[in-house]
C-alpha cells in the first residue's frame, strides 16, 4: 500500500492532469451523443490519450510494487495463451490487442481496445481470449474499437448441438440464450459454439457449456443458462478474429 501512496504523492501533476483530461472527454462525449454528433475522430483521440496515460500509470506501478508479481505473472500468462490459441488454430486470422479503458457511457458493458480500422478491424467481429467468446465489435475507429462484451445485449446466434438460439442476456453469473424452437431437447454439459445464422459473426467459437434450462413466466420460451469461464471483470487483453484464413 505504501507503494502507491508514494506513487501518487510523486506524480501528483500527473494524475490531476489526468483527470482533467478524463471529466472534459466525458463532458464531450456526452454532450456529442445527447446531440447525435459523431466526431468519430475526437472519440479516437481520447482513448488514444487515455491509452496513454493508463501504460504509463500501469508501468510504473506494476514495476514498483512488489505486492504487483501476481499481476504481472497473470498478463504473461495471459499472453502465453494467446500466442498458443494462434499456434493451435493456425487458419485463423487474429488480431491481439490491448485494453484501454471501459467506454465513457456504458460503463463495465463495453471495453475500448488499442486497434482500429487501420488494423483490419470492422464491426460485428468477435473479441475472444483463452477462456472463451468475451464479445464483440460495436464500433470502430481509426486507431480505437469498442468491444461490448457479451454481459450486454448483444443478440448473437449461437447453436447447442446443432440447435440455434439467441444469446441475449446475462443473469447471475451466467450467459442466457433462447431457443428458436422451444420443445428442442438441450442437454446439461453440451457445448455452446456461435453460430453461421445470419452471416455477421464467425462460426464455431466456444461461448460456454450448458448449465441448465428453465422455461419462461408464459410457459413458451425456453432458455438456456449457459456457464461460461471468461472472468468480464478482469480482462487485460483480447483477441479479435478477423477471418478464418480461407477466403
Known sequence: MNYKKNFFKKN??????????ILFFLVLSIYLNHYDVN?????DGY?????FFSRKVDVNYDYVSKGNIEVLQKRVN???KMLGFKQTNSTLEVVNCNIVSYSMLDLFDTLVINKGSRDGLKVNML???DAGVVGVISKVYKNTSEVKLLTADVNIPVKINGVNAILNDYSDGYLIASLINSKENIEKGAIVVTSEVGGMYMANMKVGVVEDFYIDEVGVEKNIKIKTDVDFYNLNYLSILVGNGNG
Open 78 to 80: 495471459e499472453l502465453e
Open 12 to 21: 501528483k501533476a500527473l494524475v490531476i492532469l489526468f483527470s482533467v483530461i
Open 127 to 129: 473479441a475472444i481470449n
Open 39 to 43: 466526431f468519430s475522430y475526437l472519440r
Open 47 to 51: 482513448y488514444r490519450v487515455i491509452s
